[in-house]
């Protein structure tokens, strides 16, 4: 799940997240390893709204430390992945990006060969939406992805679609998450520096 970027509109494919399948997933495992939960030197995994840190306590018990790695980006940093994201637009209050933490160049919650240990209701939102993500307008665009087997085998929108295992309306949903969650991030953050 690193360093995210956007593919230009001609080569991308509307498309779902995986809310319900895994096969395709599963298959990717086997075939390359955990490609989407591991980090090269420098790289740094998704990005954690405090709804995804609350989810994620209350499903584990762990302390926030344990997982959660605090990031201050530049201004420069920032408008990049705001730009390539637009919706985590206005997210990084103070310059402050929350990620997952990593271990031995995975992610803490990835265990080897059989992939992540989180609950679905626990896993963060950009994790359920990869390799998928939405530009401003809220169309479902594709992150660049060069090891994900479902992209490479999808052969059209509806066809990635399905073997992710998700529905347009899923993916409204997961929009309208991100829009509200995104938001009250913002808010709670800005109370936080305003405290201080
Ligand atoms: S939380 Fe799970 S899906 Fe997300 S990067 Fe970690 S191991 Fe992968
Ligand atoms: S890289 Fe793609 S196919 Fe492979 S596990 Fe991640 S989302 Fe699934």
Not at 145 to 154: D, G, I, K, T, V
Request: proline residues 7%.
């Amino acid at each position: 799940m690193t360093k995210p970027k956007r593919r230009p509109a001609e080569e991308q494919q509307a498309a779902p997240p995986r809310e319900i399948a895994e096969p395709i997933c599963a298959a990717c495992l086997r075939a390359n390893g955990s490609v989407c939960c591991e980090v090269a030197q420098g790289e740094k995994l998704a990005t954690l709204l405090i709804a995804d840190i609350e989810r994620i306590e209350a499903a584990t018990g762990l302390p926030r430390h344990r997982f959660v790695e605090r990031e201050e980006l530049d201004p420069a940093e920032r408008l990049a992945y705001e730009t390539h994201r637009p919706i985590y637009r206005g997210v990084f209050v103070g310059n402050v990006r929350y990620g997952l933490k990593a271990r031995r160049g995975a992610c803490v919650f990835l265990e080897r060969g059989r992939g992540c240990s989180l609950p679905l209701e626990a896993k963060p939102l950009a994790c359920l939406l990869y390799p998928l993500d939405f530009d401003l307008a809220g169309e479902v665009t594709l992150l660049d992805a060069p090891h994900c087997l479902a992209l490479e085998r999808a052969e059209g929108p509806h066809h990635l679609l399905r073997m992710l295992g998700t529905t347009r309306p899923e993916l409204a949903k997961l929009h309208a998450r991100a829009l509200a969650e995104g938001a009250d991030h913002a808010r709670r953050e800005r109370r936080l520096l305003r405290n201080r």
